[in-house]
């Protein structure tokens, strides 16, 4: 099983760090809160151990709302994902969700192979010296992900560390809404989950969710994370410069972003401004390719899976792939789910498809009771 990140300690939640890998039923509610859209998705487990989808849909995060993962107003967003809830009548009340950006640290360390008790006391006095905040200031979360072979002394670990004021903010937004919040996750493991539901972790694959403001990157190797990393990039910078430099609103923008708008006469000035943009974020996943083959060099990346609203900009999956030299192509989080067909419209799933991969992942993971 790839690493699937256990509560991170919250006081309101149940004690211990249990995976519960067992519990079948039932599953969390997943909500994906970004800064530019909050979407939601409700699975329930099938006899035959794959996924149903009962319901799935997004809203606008309202204006301002948000600022690099932390919330800003978070009585309008919690107005706006209760109202999300009660027009997809959805009737459950727990919910898994998920932080990035500044506030959270992921950091694979390299640690003696102990046991998990062993594990537990030292993990803190181990993480102070990988964690730029005060460690009382943070909700602390680890999983050893036993690298170690038969005779080896020393194994990798996970370490994660949120911000407590961020990930208290919302908590206590999700109890307004009138949910219960009983999964902290984070964003790349949560992608990391939708993954691994439909495809396994049998192949070596770099998870990309380009959003609004950010990009992740995760990189699979050997069915555990090698690598996750947040970067503050993300396709609403296309949007704002179509917009700046073309003199065009934003509804126009973001169909020239899309394709679903022919660019016409100004297709060399959105063709040059595409390559800027999109460049460096390659630029950024070629830098996490270029650390992965230095650590395992004889273990090479198959493809590139994207995800998110970002991976619906026109060509992008072909940009990369030219950027980079390796496969890409874009993720469907619902490819092995079954759905009700007069309850779902087929194409607007396909649509939005990649869109919800991480509120996909976060609807797999079983409430922690």
């Known amino acids: ?18 995976l519960s890998l067992g519990k079948k039923q039932p599953l969390s509610i997943g909500l994906d809160i970004g800064s530019h859209s909050i979407k939601i998705c409700e699975f329930t487990q099938t006899s035959r151990g794959g996924y149903k989808l009962l319901s799935l849909g997004s809203a606008l995060m309202p204006p301002d709302a948000m600022e ?60 102070e010296q990988y ?12 999983q050893d992900l036993h690298t170690n072979n038969a005779g080896e002394e020393r194994t990798d670990v996970m370490l994660v560390a949120a911000k407590r004021e961020v990930v208290d903010g919302y908590l206590n937004m999700l109890r307004t809404a009138g949910l219960k919040p009983v999964v902290v996750d984070v964003d790349a493991f949560a992608l990391e989950n939708a993954f691994e539901a439909n495809f396994g972790l049998n192949d070596n694959v770099v998870l990309i969710d380009i959003g609004a403001s950010k990009m992740n990157i995760n990189i699979i190797s050997g069915g555990v994370s090698t690598l996750a990393r947040d970067v503050v990039l993300g396709s609403r910078q296309i949007t704002e410069q179509l917009q ?9 923008a973001e169909a020239l972003k899309t394709g679903a708008q022919p660019a016409g006469d ?104």
């Open 131 to 142: 964690i730029p905040f005060d460690i009382n200031d943070v909700y602390l979360d680890f």
């Open 244 to 252: 700046s430099r073309l003199d065009l609103p934003y509804e126009e």
């Open 1 to 18: 099983m790839g690493f699937k990140l256990p509560n991170l300690n919250l006081p309101s939640l149940p004690k211990g760090l249990s």
């Open 266 to 369: 100004r297709q060399d000035d959105v063709e040059r401004l595409f390559t800027d943009t999109c460049r460096q974020w390659a630029t950024e996943i070629k830098r996490a390719l270029d650390f992965y083959a230095s650590n395992y060099p004889d273990a090479p990346i198959s493809k590139l899976v994207l995800s998110g609203g970002g991976a619906r900009v026109a060509g992008l999956a072909d940009f990369f792939a030219r950027e980079t030299g390796v496969a890409v192509e874009i993720f469907n989080p619902f490819a092995k789910a079954e759905f009700d067909n007069n309850a779902i419209d087929p194409a607007y799933l396909k649509a939005i498809a990649p869109q919800m991969a991480l509120a996909a992942g976060l609807a797999t993971r079983p409430v922690e009771f």
């Open 68 to 127: 690099d993962g932390a919330l800003l107003d978070p009585d309008s967003v919690a107005k706006t994902i209760a109202t999300l809830v009660d027009n997809l009548k959805i009737k459950g009340k727990r919910v898994a969700f998920s932080v990035s950006g500044y506030s959270v640290i992921v950091k694979k360390i390299n640690l003696e192979v102990m046991t998990e008790a062993e594990l537990e006391k030292h993990i803190h006095e181990e993480a």
